[in-house]
């Protein structure tokens, strides 16, 4: 292209800013593997142009990560309307520019122990041990397979596949794994790897026709553990040659654990002999978390917050970072979605604590979560709320439902009518219907009273108060 139809404009600090944006949203593996080998070359004719070293990385970013990037850029710059992804010197000779560009694999760090390198892990987080693992019934069954296995010295079960839902600990076991592999038997082989760096390299591989060289990589590792291998199902015809590779370490007594967020069988576009394959060794499930799970993790991560944390006063005094166990609780009740909210959510707390200097409080809790609890809280329904307070006032929910007209029942009945109305989406004739075929008027009555009665009857304010709470919990 002639360069002087190219606006080369801020070009390094525009790019910056994409590649933050985009380190943001995919995380540091995708940004290694995808975007760091891209260059940008500028803006021509409002269409922003980027050189990426191969067909391979060109058609993957295309599909998987092009329109994330146009979006980026045209905040940037909203004249911006296209982007186009070119191979180096595309315009003289496509396939040999191709094939020369270098292909780069940038390693991260390499697990495995101090013998010759054969194949880069992905680093691995020191704080996923065994040991900061919190067990409970959700997540037994995995915990022990994933104990045996370190512990065992033939291999027992092959594959191990742990699925389970996002945030709930998958890759904290496999991390766990590999350091106490890496810690007890020092000797053995251990590499981790994302699924998503394992198929760029291979089909690198593929790409130079050395697969064989690939398969020869693991012919020494007595531990391969593949993360998030949803990744891979449906999304390329090579899927077939990366299970042939996976049979190879299996035959050869390589311990394989994989991990993905649905059970094999749910695992969209991967052939029945595959499925059933990757289901002949063990298959356990992480469930989502209990409650007494969440505040046990909470509890541990407080502590160790705790031994590190202190909160520093004006003058130099400091003192030891507490988490009011009422603060624990009404997280462990608030944010039930995964683990990794959990653990933010309480990250933030502390964080926050620590830079204003106070104590933890549920009030600074409250108001620091905010956005989260708000995205948390459930859907209360109409017919929870009847339950509920039919239960608080100790009368039967036919009764909330009937016509009678004592006012032990009354009460209670605009009480419900009343939440139902703060706590749901329901519209007043709705609500009505709900309430045994009242008219929205009735409704509207009853919410009036409950809202004057308020006013100056505390026992009735503390009543809605209280009861508000149950549904918060
Ligand atoms: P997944 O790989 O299943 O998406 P992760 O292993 O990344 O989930 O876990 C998300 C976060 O939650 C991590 O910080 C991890 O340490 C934490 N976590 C999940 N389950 C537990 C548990 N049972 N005990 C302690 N921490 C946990
Ligand atoms: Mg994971």
């Known amino acids: 292209m002639p360069s002087d139809t190219v606006a080369v404009m801020n070009s390094s600090e525009q790019w910056d800013r994409v590649c933050t944006k985009f380190l943001r949203e995919f995380g540091q593996q995708a940004y290694t593997n995808w975007l760091k080998q891209v260059g940008y070359n500028g803006v021509k004719n409002n269409i922003v142009s980027l050189i990426a070293p191969t067909r ?13 990037l146009k979006d980026y850029f045209i905040a940037d710059n909203p004249s911006i309307q296209d982007l186009a992804i070119y191979l180096p010197d595309s315009s ?3 396939d040999t520019a191709a094939q020369t560009a270098e292909v780069v694999m940038t390693p991260t760090i390499a697990v495995e122990n101090k013998h010759e390198a054969s194949f880069e892990g992905s680093p691995l987080d020191e704080r996923y041990t065994f040991d900061s693992f919190v067990v409970g019934k959700s997540n037994e069954l995995a915990y022990a397979a ?13 594959p191990l596949f742990l699925h389970g839902g996002v945030g709930l600990g998958k890759t ?5 794994i590999a350091w106490e592999v890496f810690k007890n038997q020092p000797n053995k082989k251990v590499v981790y790897v994302s699924a998503e760096k394992f198929m760029f390299e291979f089909i690198a591989a593929l790409r130079f026709k050395d697969t064989h060289a690939f398969k020869q990589k693991f012919r020494n590792v007595d531990l391969l553990m593949i993360d998030d291998v949803q990744f891979i199902a449906n999304k ?23 991990t993905a967020d649905r059970s094999p069988t749910d695992l969209e576009g991967i ?6 394959r990757l289901g002949w060794g063990l298959v356990a499930d992480i469930h989502p978390t209990d409650y007494e799970l969440r505040l046990g993790i909470l509890q541990s991560k407080a502590d160790a917050a705790s031994h590190k944390k202190s909160i520093a006063h004006p003058g130099g005094a400091s003192e030891k970072l507490i988490v009011p166990i009422e603060v624990l609780e009404f997280l462990a009740g608030k944010i039930t979605s995964n683990v990794r909210e959990l653990e933010g959510a309480l990250n933030r ?8 200097g106070r104590h933890i409080t549920m009030e600074m809790t409250r108001e620091v979560l905010q956005d989260l609890i708000r995205a948390n809280n459930r859907q209360v329904t109409i017919d929870e709320i009847q339950r509920k307070v039919a239960e608080y006032y100790n009368i039967r929910l036919a009764e909330m439902l009937s016509d009678r007209r004592a006012r032990s029942i009354v009460r209670p009945r605009q009480i419900a009518m009343f939440l139902s109305k703060e706590m749901t989406k329901n519209s007043l004739p709705e609500i009505g219907r709900r309430f045994g075929g009242r008219d929205h008027t009735t409704v509207m009555h009853g919410i009036r009273k409950v809202e004057e009665l308020m006013l100056d009857d505390h026992q009735i304010e503390d009543d809605v108060t209280r009861l508000k709470r149950l549904f918060e919990a």
């Open 56 to 68: 391979f990385v060109r058609d993957w970013i295309k599909s998987h990560y092009a329109p994330r």
């Open 92 to 94: 003289k000779n496509t």
């Open 146 to 158: 994933a104990k045996r296995i370190t512990e065992a010295n033939d291999v027992t079960f092959n």
């Open 172 to 176: 904290h076991l496999m991390h766990a």
């Open 236 to 258: 390329d015809s090579t899927q077939e040659e990366f299970f042939h590779t996976f049979n190879t370490l299996i035959d050869n007594r390589c311990q394989v654990i994989i």
């Open 271 to 276: 052939q029945d002999r595959i499925i059933s």
């Open 349 to 356: 707390v502390i964080a926050y604590a620590t830079l204003v």
